[in-house]
């Protein structure tokens, strides 16, 4: 989703830059040093500048990905840390251009070489565990799925272990992990379903809530407020699911109580399902099994007119 490269630690920035200047190879001594310097800057300059370049501009993210991110990594940790490049890269810029400066007006070369790469390895390690936390970032966002901002959204929400990911399995092309113990799901997971209406392609994106719980915001962990986030920004339809089996863990009145809360809170077109049916069957809610398949062409015809007719 965002391009982001490797992010080196300080000691390999360092090596890279230095390593480089080493091989150079002309002849004359004083060209041969201010081309050292020269080399360093370039390299430090277009390094840094790659790095900060490629984080997306925070303040004309959509909402969804501002909150997710402030959420995984902290926007304003992100922010300072790149800051710290760009202050680290004119500082070298100024060192460099400040040394070749020195040399060309007939400073001993090699001192300038010295104190030239001493101030740049240090102010380099003065960013180092910015570079490590944007490196860490790096790894963060790697492992987000690409979720679309634009694509009609059905959101699929509900407590842990009611049947979600075996619902987003049916009814899209996503490949999710599916286990009989709740917080099985531990992110926000995605998958499509495509298809043929009067000659036109349409494209619905699926996104599975992780189980959430009755209770209030403070005390909701990473992974459901995830799903709150998701919640929010992306839905133009929410499918909450009802476990009236027990099967799931939670009792009946805990999954109404929160069917309650997200249709109060979020205002969203909503279809509520009894999933599990093949058990038993306990409510009015649109019955589906995803055991047995019950039910659930209907639902995609559902959804269909909800969001297309
Ligand atoms: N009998 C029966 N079992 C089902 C049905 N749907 C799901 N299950 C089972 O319920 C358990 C939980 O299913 P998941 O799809 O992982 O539920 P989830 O809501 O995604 O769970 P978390 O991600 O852990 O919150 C699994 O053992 C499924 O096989 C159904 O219609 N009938
Ligand atoms: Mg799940």
Known sequence: MFNIPNILDAEALLDKAFGRAKKISVRKKKERIINKIATVKAIMNNTLQKYVKSFPNFDKLHKFYYELLDLLIGINKLKKSLASLEWARKKINRIATDGIRKIKSGEDELNVLKSVY???????????????FLEEARLKI???PFISTDLPTVIIAGYPNVGKSSLLKL???????IAPYPFTTKGLIVGHLI????HEKKKIQFVEAPGLLDRREEERNEIEKQGIIALKHLPD???FIIDASLHCGYDLESQKKLLEEIKREFKVDMIVVENKVDI????????????TGEGIEELKEEIKKRLFR
């Open 118 to 132: 001493g101030r740049i390895s240090s102010i380099v390690y003065e960013i180092n565990r910015h570079l490590n």
């Open 142 to 144: 790697k492992e987000l």
């Open 171 to 177: 009814l899209s092309s996503a490949k999710p992990e």
């Open 195 to 198: 298809f043929e209406e009067n």
């Open 237 to 239: 339809l929410i499918i």
């Open 280 to 291: 038993c069957s306990k409510t009015d809610y649109f019955k589906i099994s995803c055991k």
